[in-house]
């Protein structure tokens, strides 16, 4: 199993960007994605995710400017990211877990992390 994130880059606050989150060897229709952050000297911290069954949540951050939807003909999760502000800026990373609902906003419970993509957000 492999997860690539990518679509990150550097852009001004206002702006927008579309991360990816592609996979190989396990179906998205089975699991959920989750898109987590971590800032430099921050520790990692969710920001949205996607269900097998199509449900979404997000970080309270995030919410209103951030959209994640499932390609499954792609086996692909993106994040749409608007209105991007400088606090944004952090290595965007997903991962997938089976775990109840009420904990998929908790790190340890994914796996197959990917190897992350920067977003860095000027102002």
């Known amino acids: 199993v492999q997860l690539q994130a990518s679509g990150g880059g550097l852009v001004r606050a206002g702006d927008s960007l579309t991360l990816s989150c592609a996979a190989s060897g396990v179906s998205f229709r089975r699991h959920t994605v989750g898109w987590f952050r971590q800032a430099p000297g921050n520790e990692r911290e969710f920001v949205s995710c996607?269900?097998?069954?199509?449900?979404?949540k997000y970080a309270d951050p995030v919410k209103g400017r951030f959209t994640i939807s499932r390609d499954s003909a792609k086996n692909t999760v993106y994040l749409q990211m608007n209105s991007l502000k400088p606090e944004d800026t952090a290595v965007y990373y997903c991962a997938i877990t089976n775990t109840i609902w009420g904990r998929n906003t908790e790190e340890n419970m994914y796996r197959n992390w990917g190897q992350g993509t920067q977003v860095t957000v000027s102002s």
């Open positions: 996607f269900s097998w069954d199509g449900k979404t």
